[in-house]
């Protein structure tokens, strides 16, 4: 069903299951058993995901991210990061001591914020690739696109 601005939402996918799939050797599918295209999205939304995967499994999302989308394609991201000042860096610490305890008690996992996801999408072939921080520099937006063939 269209959406009023004229967008069919084909699927949702939840990017960190990339990661997950990738290690059981799984092909991503759509619900009616198709397998999912290459070139098949307008736009990837990553909210929270990339900071819960390890570094190798971060590449392997974006990479397969860039290759599902249409060239010109939009990737937006938004990610908790490492504050960029030491003393953002110390108050992010203490803030994030007793809930990052707390998690690791209760699930036996944390998260890792990331140094420099602007760099890790560059890395992974995007362009145009824009960052804003937000929440004391702890928090950040990354929008970047695919490039499209010259």
């Known amino acids: 069903m269209p959406s009023p601005l004229g967008w069919t939402l084909v699927a949702l996918v939840i990017l960190c299951f990339l990661a997950l799939l990738r290690r059981r050797r799984t092909p991503l599918r759509l619900a009616d058993g198709a397998p999912l295209p290459d070139d098949a999205f307008d736009a990837v939304v990553a909210c929270l995901v990339l ?18 989308l249409v060239p010109g ?18 108050r992010h610490a203490l803030f994030r001591l007793p809930v990052a305890a707390l998690t690791w008690l209760l699930t036996q996992q944390t998260t890792h ?8 999408v560059c890395d992974a ?26």
């Open 51 to 68: 900071s819960e995967l390890l570094p190798q499994e971060r590449r392997y999302v974006l990479e397969r991210a860039r290759s599902r």
């Open 73 to 90: 394609g939009l990737l937006v991201v938004a990610d908790e990061v490492v504050p960029r000042t030491r003393w953002g860096r110390v």
């Open 113 to 120: 914020p990331l140094a420099d996801l602007s760099g890790a």
């Open 125 to 150: 072939g995007f362009v145009d690739v824009a960052e804003e921080r937000l929440w004391h520099d702890d928090f950040a937006l990354v929008t970047a696109r695919r490039q499209r063939p010259s």
